[in-house]
């Protein structure tokens, strides 16, 4: 299968009014939500730092550092926090995967603009009006609707995205060219690649996530522990070296695996 031509009237366009980084928080599916509730809290290595109604975008590790760099150039104060840590039973330490901005509306938010809108902005930041792709399986049926947030833009896109799954994974390559679909499949590669290394983490015993104890104090444990960003201790443990850390944040960057993964999805319909 090629890539359809479609009119410009079929194709997504941001208009960048804003509004979906004004409200940051509590953006969350149900399903999810109550998923986080159950289990998010302590019972899985990866622990949720802040308050299910306060969760606002995530931001990786690599993302953060960046957004602490800007927030200086932008003259804003972020309001960057941990959000979701391991700790550590092997080192005491709290492994950082990942951060988010404790506001309502995103801070880099200026007059309905978002003032770094130049620069290799988060993942979350690039992938709206998408909430998830076709490739993730949520054990449902495939509805076109449940994919995007609430975006003016997609008015006159919605209704043309085809129904089955080998026709709309090239229709929406072709109806994004901003690269949100894009950036939204190489989101679900990252989060992938989170959970299956911290699962191998585990598996080498470099990591021995503290589980199954009172929320609370897990949670002082962790705000009083020595901490240290996630692809940090992969190379501080010796997991990887820092050359193929810096390859791989450069192949997320690049979305060289949601390119890999579309191309072959459609070529093989
Ligand atoms: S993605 Fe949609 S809601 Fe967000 S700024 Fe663009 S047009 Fe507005
Ligand atoms: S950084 Fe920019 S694009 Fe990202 S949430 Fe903030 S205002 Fe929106």
């Known amino acids: ?52 109604e306060k969760i606002s975008f995530p931001l990786y590790d690599w993302e953060a550092k960046r957004f602490m760099g800007w927030q200086h150039d932008a003259n804003v104060d972020a309001k960057i926090r941990p959000s979701r840590a391991i700790f550590d039973l092997n080192t005491n330490k709290a492994i950082i995967a990942t951060y988010s901005m404790d506001s309502d509306a995103c801070p880099f938010l200026k007059n309905s603009k978002c003032s770094i809108y130049d620069k290799k902005r988060a993942y979350i930041c690039r992938l709206f009006p998408f909430n998830r792709t076709p490739f993730l ?46 950036n939204a499949v190489q989101h679900d590669i990252v989060i992938e ?3 299956s290394t911290v699962v191998d983490l585990m598996r080498k015993k470099i990591v021995r996530p503290a589980m199954n104890y009172p929320y609370e104090f897990l949670l002082k444990r962790i705000n009083n522990a020595e901490k240290i960003d996630f692809t940090d201790f992969l190379v501080g443990s010796g997991y990887m070296p820092l050359e193929e850390k810096d390859r791989l944040i450069e192949g997320f960057d690049s979305n060289s695996g949601a390119k890999r993964k579309i191309t072959e999805f459609i070529e093989s319909c």
Not at 15 to 43: L, N, T
Not at 161 to 171: D, N, Q, T
């Open 137 to 182: 399986d949520v054990g449902e049926r495939l509805r076109k609707e449940n994919l995007f947030g609430t975006c003016g833009g997609m008015k006159s896109v919605l209704p043309h995205i085809p129904e089955s799954k080998s026709k709309m994974i090239a229709h929406l390559q072709a109806a994004f060219p901003d690269g949100s679909f894009e």
């Open 1 to 52: 299968m090629s890539l359809p031509i479609l009119p410009s009237g079929q194709k997504f366009s941001c208009c960048q009014c804003g509004s979906c980084c004004s409200k940051i928080r509590g953006m969350m599916p149900a399903e999810d939500a109550a998923f986080m509730k159950e289990m998010a809290y302590g019972k899985m290595p990866l622990v949720q730092l802040i308050p299910l």
């Open 193 to 195: 690649w989170l959970n």
